[in-house]
């Protein structure tokens, strides 16, 4: 198995542009998650995907970013426009459920905004 | 609600050195805990998890962990840490049905 995979790893954008990050989860899973990861705040929960629905969107920083599942191998997370403030690394996970599923993690895309 | 507070925020210790990593929840009814381990540049990976049964449980690379109820207390120990293990090492809770609660990390640093 590919494991779950996310492009693009590294991503450098100027502020005000759009930014859209992809994640493909493992085959079979039905949970996504997606992850902001930064020194100053830890890794926080962005918000998470049950059968392709959004299940809880209430770390989503602003309405500068939004995240879609159209089918169950894909999902985006866009931020538009972007901000320094944004830069971090972004994780994607899947699981085959909630609760006692373990989350397999992408290898993260590292997000620059100048 | 679940909450989980990871004790200590770095931990240095040397090579072959025995180490511990805390890990405190907060939970009214029963809990599923993991631990996951990201080396650098890379994702979070699972280490070891417990979902109900023996509260010994072990893991990958030597590592194991001990659910203890009363203390609401799940604690990553291993004997004898090498080079290889410097990484960040992550708590988290969960229950049927609701989203998985990371803790803010503990740094482990080995030292040669």
């Known amino acids: 198995d590919a494991g779950v995979i996310q492009s693009p790893r590294h991503e450098v954008t100027e502020m005000g542009q759009e930014v859209t990050l992809r994640c493909k989860p493992i085959?079979?899973?039905?949970?996504l998650f997606w992850y902001r990861q930064t020194m100053m705040r830890g890794l926080e929960l962005l918000i998470y995907?049950?059968?392709?629905?959004?299940?809880?969107d209430s770390g989503m920083p602003e309405d500068r970013f939004s995240a879609k599942m159209p089918n169950a191998s894909f999902s985006t997370l866009k931020i538009q426009p972007s901000e320094p403030r944004d830069s971090a690394v972004y994780f994607c996970?899947?699981?085959?459920?909630?609760?006692?599923?373990?989350?397999?993690f992408g290898p993260g895309t590292r997000l620059l905004v100048l | 609600a679940q909450s989980v507070t990871q004790l200590d925020s770095q931990v240095p210790v040397f090579e072959e050195a025995p180490v511990e990593l805390r890990c405190n929840y907060s939970?009214?009814?029963?809990?599923?805990l993991f631990w996951y381990v990201q080396y650098p540049n890379q994702g979070l990976q699972l280490l070891l998890k417990?979902?109900?049964?023996?509260?010994l449980v072990k893991g990958i690379n030597g590592f194991e962990a001990e659910f203890n109820k009363s203390q609401t207390s799940f604690h990553l120990r291993k004997p004898s840490v090498h080079i290889s293990d410097t990484a960040e090492y992550f708590c988290?809770?969960?229950?049927?049905?609701?989203?998985?609660?990371f803790g803010a990390g503990t740094r482990l640093f080995v030292k040669a």
């Open positions: 988290a809770v969960s229950r049927r049905g609701f989203k998985t609660i």
């Open positions: 417990y979902l109900s049964g023996s509260t």
């Open positions: 939970s009214s009814v029963s809990v599923y």
């Open positions: 995907f049950n059968n392709n629905v959004p299940i809880d």
């Open positions: 996970a899947s699981s085959q459920g909630q609760g006692r599923e373990t989350q397999y």
């Open positions: 085959s079979g899973h039905n949970s």
